[in-house]
């Protein structure tokens, strides 16, 4: 009797954690909703280039020529582009464009005011983008993707480029040089490769979180048998 009813209560607080989890994950979705774009469909980002090494690369390169003049991964070290199998000859001959050392974060060196003068807002660090511009709409890397791939000249804007999913954005058209040169489908594999890069900044832990999830999983449908069989050996007399 008493044990029993006190599997009830167990029972009954494990019910109410589940309906707390389940209104948490309810507004957690209702607010990512409320955080939508511009109205205009986003593209989706080709998620496969996250596990393609070359990939990555590529992109920390393009990252490193064309977008660290203005903004800064700093919650990313060089020494952490080992990561997506980069040597440390490559990274401190080929990726380290500034003064920076090998332990350092990886920074810009436009200073913040000046830029901020120029372009109406200052270049934001992009460590995290990937994450915070995830909405409704998509993905941050569906937002990102998107965005590099959506610039139109704009003679009424001071850069003279305006943005589809960001009307009046005070950043120029940085990659029309490349653009330019490749077919429509290199260029938006390169914007590819450097929105991937950008995702990884975002999470560089993620694709190792992954693995052990699924070991995790692995693990609870082994215990699963487990309990069940052993729980049938104990109740085996009662019943
Ligand atoms: C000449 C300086 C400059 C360069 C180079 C540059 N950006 Fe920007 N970028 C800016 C400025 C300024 C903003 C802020 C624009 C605004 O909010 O109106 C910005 C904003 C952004 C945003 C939006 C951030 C957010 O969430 O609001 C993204 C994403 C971005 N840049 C990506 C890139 C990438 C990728 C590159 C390299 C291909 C790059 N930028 C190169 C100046 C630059």
Redesign the pocket.
Known sequence: MLISSSLLRLRRSVVSVGAAAALGLCLAAGSAMAAGGAGVPLDTFPVTKLNDKAALQNGAK??MN??L???GISQVRYNGLRQIGLSEDIIKQNLILTEAKFGDPIRTTMPLKA?AEW??????D?SL?AR??SSGDGTGADW?YT??RTYVPDEARPTGWNNKV?PN????H??WDLQKAKSPADYDSDVAD?TAF?AWVAEPVASTRKQIGVVVLLFLGLFFVFAWRLNAAYWKDVR
């Open positions: 393009l990252y064309y977008c003049g203005c903004h830029s372009f109406g807002k200052a270049p934001p992009l983008t915070s511009r990102i965005y590099l960001y954005v005070g950043m120029p940085v990659l450097l950008l």
